[in-house]
């Protein structure tokens, strides 16, 4: 009876800690979080059941397979194409043309370095970064500032290449930043942009007054098939028609032969 006891009891341990463990794993393996706000409540503006998951990759995660990505439930990433006024990332035509092929959502974005005139990091995005059909709205990561520019001036140059990559482009770029360098330096200076804001935390990025994010960075060392290095996990809180909705959209024939014709015959940038 005592044998019989001991057996059982033992066999209940040895459940419960199989239990704990498999749980343990799972939120290892977890790649998505459950947002909530900074009170703790679930998020009012996040349907976790429309999401999508994507990725932001640079010359830190070197050459990627981006078939075993895709077949990872990656529906877009973000490609750094640039830095600076003279700095091209050495992965950028791989990963833009590979994204592209494999079916992946695309968007490039530019380093921003507030020492370097506006201008110049205009002109090296610019010759890099063709945007095409379908592709995401270029972004500006601005995560660094310098203490001999005054916010103003740091906000003036911001805006020089956003509305000059808009102007080229057509379309609206958007601003990275993570949650504590945006309370900082950017917000309600730009709520006629959109943010991608990084915030390693279930609660979601909190934004000033009219200000908006579209996607949540919401850790740097995910783990990937296909990706050798942690890479940057991010979350769209829509469906697929939501984030195609933001892409640069398709033109008949003879509106994309202006356009064109129009690009190229546009004066250089002094």
Same mark, same amino acid.
């Given at each position: 009876m005592l044998t019989a006891l001991v057996l059982l009891v033992s066999q209940k341990?040895?459940?419960?800690?199989?239990?704990?463990?498999?749980?343990?794993?799972?939120?290892?393996?977890?790649?998505?979080?459950v947002p909530t706000e900074d009170d703790g409540k679930p998020a009012t503006n996040v349907t976790k059941t429309t999401s999508l998951r994507g990725i932001d990759v640079s010359r830190w995660q070197h050459e990627v397979d981006w078939h075993q990505v895709k077949e990872a439930d990656i529906t877009f990433a973000f490609v750094k194409?640039?830095?600076?006024?003279?700095?091209? &990332?050495?992965?950028?035509?791989?990963?833009?043309?590979?994204?592209?092929?494999?079916?992946?959502?695309? /968007?490039? =974005?530019?380093?921003?370095?507030p020492t370097v005139p506006a201008v110049d990091q205009v002109r090296i995005f610019k010759s890099l970064v063709r945007l095409e059909a379908g592709d995401l709205p270029p972004v500006l990561d601005v995560e660094v500032a310098d203490p001999t520019i005054g916010g103003e001036q740091f906000r003036e140059q911001i805006r020089i290449w956003l509305e000059a990559i808009e102007d080229h482009y057509g379309m609206k770029p958007m601003i990275y930043s993570n949650q504590n360098f945006y309370r900082r330096w950017l917000k309600g200076h730009f709520n006629e942009y959109s943010f991608w804001i990084a915030r390693y935390n279930t609660a979601q990025p909190v934004l000033h007054g009219d200000d908006t994010w579209k996607?949540?960075?919401?850790? &740097?060392?995910?783990?990937?098939?296909?990706?050798?290095?942690?890479?940057?996990?991010?979350?769209?809180? /829509?469906? =697929?028609?939501?984030?195609?909705?933001?892409?640069?959209?398709?033109?008949?024939?003879?509106?994309?032969?202006?356009?064109?014709?129009q690009l190229r015959h546009r004066q250089p940038l002094p």
């Open positions: 341990l040895s459940y419960i800690s199989l239990l704990f463990m498999a749980g343990f794993a799972g939120m290892l393996s977890t790649s998505e979080p194409a640039s830095q600076s006024d003279s700095r091209q &990332d050495p992965y950028f035509e791989r990963n833009w043309q590979e994204t592209k092929r494999v079916g992946i959502k695309r /968007g490039a =974005y530019h380093f921003f370095i996607f949540w960075q919401y850790t &740097d060392r995910g783990t990937l098939p296909g990706i050798k290095a942690a890479v940057d996990l991010n979350f769209f809180p /829509g469906d =697929y028609d939501t984030l195609h909705a933001l892409c640069l959209p398709e033109l008949p024939a003879t509106q994309e032969e202006d356009l064109l014709q």
